[in-house]
T-cell receptor, first 114, second 118 residues
């Protein structure tokens, strides 16, 4: 069964600190992996998207890594800010259909405190 | 306004009533999607549409009906609402990121509709 698992479920850090969120997936075939940020009461917004040939991709203070061999990804947030408080969702596409079917993880809820 | 919008943002209804959630996008994207988001679950696909008048079931379609008479609109109807349909519903459309290959099709999500069925 295609699954995307994320850890931890929730995380609390102090402003200015770094953190790393984890994602493991068992999706086959694999097309790409995405990280989304979802603020409370809003829809998910894309942070990064990586194909199997890409090991790392950055978007400002967000850096995603992908190990297609071990089927693991991580999202590293540098120098966290209060505005980073959100849920971060790992999403994998199986690329099988034109629908570009997306399998969503349940997310990691990050809270950044001053 | 450009982008993707949903209405209403909040809705409370009673079991057995019909409810329609609206979704509108201004990009003329061909593909549109409806998801539901529940605690303990990732977003789950309800229905999708590849173009006007073309729709297909997703992972959890039971109890829902969709239509797409115009490219920009993709309404979702709960014909007879049940308590298990209490959820947050997200509409999305799919478009190509500028300069990216086909694998970089991106889904853009609306703000969501929080539906409570009493």
């Amino acid at each position: 069964k295609n699954q995307v698992e994320q850890s931890p479920q929730s995380l609390i850090i102090l402003e200015g600190k770094n953190c790393t969120l984890q994602c493991n997936y068992t999706v086959s075939p694999f097309s790409n992996l995405r990280w989304y940020k979802q603020d409370t009461g809003r829809g998910p917004v894309s942070l990064t998207i990586m194909t199997f040939s890409e090991n790392t991709k950055s978007n400002g203070r967000y850096t995603a890594t992908l190990d297609a061999d071990t089927k693991q990804s991580s999202l590293h947030i540098t120098a966290s800010q209060l505005s980073d408080s959100a849920s971060y969702i790992c999403v994998v596409s199986d690329g099988l259909y034109n629908t570009d079917k997306l399998i969503f993880g349940t997310g990691t809820r990050l809270q950044v405190f001053p | 306004d450009a982008g993707i919008t949903q209405s209403p943002r909040y809705k409370i209804t009673e079991t057995g009533r019909q409810v329609t959630l609206m979704c509108h996008q201004t990009w003329s994207h061909s593909y549109m999607f409806w998801y539901r988001q529940d605690l303990g679950h990732g977003l789950r696909l309800i229905y999708y549409s590849a173009a006007a008048d073309i729709t297909d079931k997703g992972e959890v379609p039971d109890g829902y009906v969709v239509s797409r008479s115009k490219t920009e609109n993709f309404p979702l109807t709960l014909e007879s609402a049940t308590r298990s349909q209490t959820s947050v519903y997200f509409c999305a459309s799919r478009g190509r990121l500028a300069g990216g290959p086909s694998s970089y099709n991106e889904q853009f999500f609306g703000p969501g509709t929080r539906l409570t069925v009493l």
